[in-house]
């Protein structure tokens, strides 16, 4: 079942796999695999989204810019939802602010977390786009700050089949997303 954070079933540790999830491509990837780890581990799964200024519209001074970016971060909580629909594993979502690397750091401490899951911006080309529109690496930044290890999932990875993961009968809730 998906939980809200903040409950107090998400805030004490659990040993869950931690994912960071974004706009980026790469991201939905490293949640399946998140959740294909949190499944044959038979632990919870917490997604992490960090704000970012991708969120938001361009202008701070737009009428709607408050609108626009929770609309935003209410479209990215509904594709979670979706591709976490036939996933048979308990599962919530922690929307932080801050440094993503920091962040993911921060949620995989409170869950005693025995590692982080992290997508990637792809190769060759979406890379060099990535990096020329200012997008800093959190793959690389999660590295560089230690204390646990960092799964890095490549884009378009051929382990991220769009099919449930599914585990051990009786050991797992089936996740359904909050309307």
């Known amino acids: 079942m998906e939980r809200a954070a903040g409950d107090p079933a998400t805030t004490s540790p659990d040993g869950g796999v931690v994912v960071g999830h974004s706009r980026h491509r790469g991201s939905d990837d490293a949640v399946l695999v998140a959740a294909h780890l949190a499944v044959r581990l038979a632990v919870p799964l917490h997604v992490v989204h960090v704000v970012s200024a991708e969120d938001f519209p361009v202008d701070p001074d737009s009428w709607s810019w408050d609108a626009e970016g929770a609309r935003a971060i209410e479209e990215q909580a509904q594709e979670l939802r979706r591709l976490l629909t036939d996933v048979l594993l ?35 080309r979406a890379r060099v786009e990535s990096a020329l529109l200012g997008h800093r690496s959190v793959s690389h930044a999660a590295i560089g700050r230690g204390g646990r290890p960092v799964l890095v999932v490549p884009a378009r990875s051929s382990d991220t089949e769009r099919r449930p993961a599914t585990g051990p009968p009786g050991r797992h809730e089936r996740v359904h997303g909050a309307r």
């Open 90 to 124: 308990v599962w919530d979502r922690r929307v932080r602010q801050g440094d993503p690397a920091t962040v993911l750091m921060a949620v995989a401490d409170e869950v005693g977390a025995p590692f982080v899951v992290v997508g990637t911006h792809g190769t060759g």
